[in-house]
């Protein structure tokens, strides 16, 4: 005859409350009366701790399985936060990249028009004196100091092509970048400076929207907030079409939130 598991349990419990129970005795019946019946308790201390043991032990153990579990959990969630922040970062540095990239594409295709323009005559003279060679040998050396992310000494070369050719083909260019390497250092003062240079200097330089735009997200940083308004309600007016129409209004849209 087969036993079932709960039945197994159940008298698994009836003996162990058994156990517990006191034991009756039958005493000599005295004479003339009825039997005398005393109780002894059994001397549950060893068992009773020892099972108490065991269930702390137990107990114990499923804490530490459950801390365990909990600490193997934090550490799969701190490695996909690691994670998520190193795919950030690598679009971060991406996105400087093309936008360095963008720069230079910009600048290469406005030198190659420079040097396929016609000078005109008051500045033949002064093309001949300032030794094109010797130019663009100097803005190529500050350039490449910008590419590299070495602003600082790009500020210093281009400053030293300005002071030696002043009326260089280049140094249009080259104040433009001056005030483009101020701007991404966070010098804004300076940047809307130099940019203003670009736009009172070389009014017809093909720098001058980027020149205009520049000044006023300098003024912008600075929080002078009527100065950046102005700058770039202008270089919508006077630059509809220019591709980053949508950048001036984004900050126009941001002086108006503030307010401003």
Known sequence: MSVSRGA???????AACA???PVYAAEPRPAGGAPVV????????PALEARVAKLERLLEGQALADLALRVQQLQQDLQSLRGELEVQAN?????????????LDIDRRL???SATAPATPAATPAVAVAAPEQEQAAYQRAFDKMKEGRYDEAIILFRGLLANHPNGKLVDNAQYWLGEANYVTRRYREA???FGKVIAAYPQSPKVPDALLKQGFSYYELGEWAKARETLEQFLARYPQHAAVARANERLQALKAKGR
Do not use: F
């Open 91 to 103: 679009e971060m540095n991406g996105l400087k990249q093309r936008q360095r990239d963008v720069y």
């Open 111 to 113: 030198q190659q028009l």
């Open 192 to 194: 809307a400076d130099e």
């Open 38 to 45: 005393s109780a002894t308790q059994p001397n549950p201390g």
């Open 8 to 14: 197994l349990s159940g008298l698994a419990l009836v």
């Open 19 to 21: 156990a517990t129970l």
